[in-house]
C-alpha cells in the first residue's frame, strides 16, 4: 500500500512510518517540523519506501499518485497552550484539507484523536458512548475542541460522502524520541531524574493517568487502520498509576537521587484517566503488552543514551 502520515516525524508518527516501511509499504511522511525533528526520520529518508514532504497541513498538500490510507497525527501535543491557534487550525483546516485529499484519492482516513475529547468525564474509566463535557474557553480548550471538531468533521465526511474514516481517541503514549523539552509528565521527570533535579508534582499527586508504551499504540493504530469498524475506538493502557508513585518509579529506574517538588495543580486538570479498551480488545483484537516498568526502562535508557541531544 501506498499510505501518508502528517507528522511524521514526530514522537508517535515517526515509530508509525518505521512500521508501515518494515511492513513493506511505501509511505509519504509530511511534517513541517514545528515540533518534529529530522533525527527520527533520518534512517527512513535514505530508503526507497519513505518520501519525506516538508509542509503545512493547514494548506492543500500535492501529493501525486495513489494513496490508499492517510494517517492525521499532525498536531501541537504539548504546545497547545503556547500556540493555541495553530493547534485549532490543524484540528480544523488541516483536518479538512486532509479528509479532501482523502475524497480524491479515495484512501481510507485514520484521525489521530485524543482522550481530551472527553474532557471531565461522566463515568470512569472512559468509554466511547461517554459524550464528555470539555470548557470551550478553559486552558486546554484549543487541543480538546480541536480533537472534537475533527472527530465530527470526519464523521460528517464519511456520512456524506461515503469516505471511510477510522478515529483513535488515543491516552497518553511515551517512549522513545519523546523531545526532553516535551512538557508532558514522563519525559519531564525522565529528564530530571537523569539531571538529579526535584521532579515536579503538582497538587497531592494523587491524580492518575494511563500511560500506553509507543509499539503498543502503533499496533493500535495500524490494526484499527485495517479493521471494519467505524465508530471512536479508545486506545491506551488501562494500567492506572498515581502521579506520585509516577515519580517515585521513574526516579528509582534512573538510579536516581532526586526529590520531588510541589506544586499547584494547573487548572481544569482531569483527577482521573483511564480508558476502557473492551472495544478495542472486541473489535481489533488488539490490547497493550509492555508493562510499564519494562516501557519506562526503555525510554529512560534512551533519553539516557541521547542525553548530549536532549537538553532542554
Keep these: 500500500m501506498r499510505i501518508l502520515?502528517?507528522?511524521?516525524?514526530g514522537f508517535l508518527g515517526s515509530h508509525l512510518a518505521d512500521r508501515l516501511v518494515a511492513d513493506g509499504h511505501e509511505v509519504v511522511g509530511v511534517d513541517d517540523f514545528s515540533s518534529g525533528?529530522?533525527?527520527?526520520?533520518?534512517?527512513?529518508?535514505?530508503?526507497?519506501?519513505?518520501?519525506?514532504?516538508?509542509?503545512?497541513v493547514v494548506e492543500p498538500l500535492s501529493v501525486k499518485g495513489p494513496l490508499d490510507h492517510i494517517y492525521h497525527l499532525a498536531s501541537p501535543v504539548s504546545g497547545h497552550l503556547q500556540h493555541p491557534v495553530a493547534t485549532l487550525r490543524t484540528g480544523?483546516?488541516?483536518?479538512?484539507?486532509?479528509?479532501?485529499?482523502?475524497?480524491?484519492?479515495?484512501?481510507?482516513?485514520?484521525?489521530a484523536s485524543s482522550s481530551d475529547?472527553?474532557?471531565?468525564?461522566?463515568?470512569?474509566?472512559?468509554v466511547e458512548s461517554d459524550p464528555g463535557r470539555v470548557n470551550p474557553v478553559g486552558p486546554r480548550a484549543s487541543y480538546s475542541e480541536a480533537k472534537r471538531y475533527a472527530e465530527a468533521l470526519a464523521t460528517a465526511y464519511g456520512q456524506t460522502?461515503?469516505?471511510?474514516?477510522?478515529?483513535?481517541r488515543i491516552f497518553?503514549?511515551?517512549?522513545?524520541?519523546?523531545?526532553?523539552?516535551?512538557r508532558r509528565v514522563i519525559p519531564t521527570f525522565v529528564r530530571r531524574a537523569l539531571a538529579g533535579d526535584p521532579l515536579p508534582v503538582f497538587g497531592t499527586g494523587q491524580q492518575t493517568r494511563s500511560f500506553c508504551y509507543v509499539s503498543d499504540m502503533v499496533e493500535g493504530l495500524v490494526r484499527?487502520?485495517?479493521?471494519?469498524?467505524?465508530?471512536?475506538?479508545?486506545?491506551?493502557?488501562?494500567?492506572?498509576?498515581?502521579?506520585?508513585?509516577?515519580?517515585?518509579?521513574?526516579?528509582?529506574?534512573?538510579?536516581?537521587?532526586?526529590?520531588?517538588?510541589?506544586?499547584p495543580l494547573p487548572a481544569e486538570?482531569?483527577?482521573?484517566r483511564r480508558p476502557d479498551v473492551s472495544l478495542a480488545i472486541r473489535e481489533l483484537q488488539w490490547r497493550p503488552l509492555v508493562p510499564r516498568r519494562e516501557g519506562l526502562q526503555r525510554t529512560i535508557d534512551h533519553f539516557r543514551q541521547h542525553e548530549t541531544e536532549n537538553v532542554a
Design 5 to 9: 502520515i502528517t507528522g511524521a516525524a
Design 37 to 56: 525533528r529530522w533525527g527520527n526520520v533520518a534512517d527512513l529518508v535514505g530508503t526507497d519506501r519513505f518520501h519525506l514532504l516538508k509542509a503545512d
Design 92 to 111: 480544523a483546516e488541516g483536518t479538512r484539507q486532509l479528509l479532501d485529499l482523502a475524497d480524491a484519492t479515495g484512501a481510507r482516513f485514520i484521525l
Design 117 to 126: 475529547v472527553y474532557g471531565e468525564p461522566s463515568v470512569h474509566p472512559q
Design 161 to 168: 460522502r461515503g469516505r471511510a474514516v477510522r478515529i483513535a
Design 172 to 182: 497518553n503514549t511515551y517512549g522513545p524520541r519523546m523531545r526532553p523539552e516535551d
Design 224 to 263: 484499527l487502520a485495517e479493521s471494519d469498524y467505524a465508530g471512536p475506538v479508545n486506545l491506551g493502557n488501562p494500567d492506572e498509576v498515581r502521579i506520585l508513585d509516577l515519580a517515585k518509579q521513574i526516579v528509582a529506574l534512573a538510579g536516581s537521587r532526586s526529590g520531588l517538588e510541589a506544586g
Design 269 to 272: 486538570d482531569p483527577p482521573r
